[in-house]
């Protein structure tokens, strides 16, 4: 199993445990695209133009319902 496929199934079945890094590796990985940040918002884009504004929980983790819009959008392609 890849390193990207590890980190898919980690998203999948504990998006709690997500780091904030992990999801913009993961984002990266899926050809998404950096736009621009402002304040602690960072917005990202897909490669069919959709858009998802991101920022870590306080604790440093991916906020689960922005991991979850993630992998939709992602089962929508």
């Known amino acids: 199993m890849t390193k ?7 998203a999948q079945q504990s998006p709690q445990n997500l780091t904030f890094q992990e999801f913009e590796t993961l984002l ?4 998404w695209i950096f736009e621009r940040q402002r304040g602690s918002h960072r917005l990202w ?6 858009s998802l504004p991101i920022q870590p929980r306080k604790d440093g983790k ?3 319902y922005q991991v979850q819009q993630f992998i939709k959008c992602q089962q929508e392609e």
């Not at 990207?4 to 980690?10: D, G, N, P």
């Not at 884009?45 to 959709?50: A, D």
């Open 45 to 50: 884009s897909s490669p069919n133009g959709q």
């Open 28 to 31: 990266e990985q899926s050809s």
């Open 62 to 64: 991916a906020k689960v």
């Open 4 to 10: 990207k496929e590890k980190l898919w199934r980690k």
